[in-house]
């Protein structure tokens, strides 16, 4: 029900623009969110949007990411500047809608050369 799109392979400064648009179906979302996974790695967050716009950045990612959403089209986006090697993992899209429900994307890997 959610479908992930904008990763590829970039030369590290370079940027990327992740999306990640959820089925019309889901309502009442409330939080989007990024995470991350590199191999061997625990899933981390990137960044959260609550329904009001609110944002919360990982601290590795502050300033070089932004999240913003579309609650029209049910789209989260996620823009990555100055990307680095340590940047490269599968992306994965999180919502949180009403009545606890909690929904995955597929992933997309995105990896940083140097």
């Known amino acids: 029900q959610l479908v992930e799109s904008g990763g590829g392979l970039v030369q590290a400064g370079g940027s990327l623009r992740l999306s990640c648009a959820a089925s019309?179906?889901?309502?009442?979302?409330?939080?989007m969110a990024w995470y991350r996974q590199a191999p061997g790695k625990q899933r981390d967050m990137v960044a959260t949007?609550?329904?009001?716009?609110?944002?919360n950045y990982a601290d590795s990612v502050k300033g070089r990411f932004t999240i913003s959403r579309d609650n029209a089209e049910n789209t989260v986006y996620l823009q990555m500047n100055g990307l680095k090697t340590e940047d490269t993992a599968v992306y994965y899209c999180?919502?949180?809608?009403?009545?606890?429900?909690?929904?995955w994307g597929q992933g997309t890997q995105v990896t940083v050369s140097s």
């Open positions: 949007i609550n329904i009001g716009g609110g944002t």
């Open positions: 999180r919502i949180t809608a009403a009545f606890k429900r909690d929904y």
């Open positions: 019309e179906s889901i309502l009442g979302i409330y939080t």
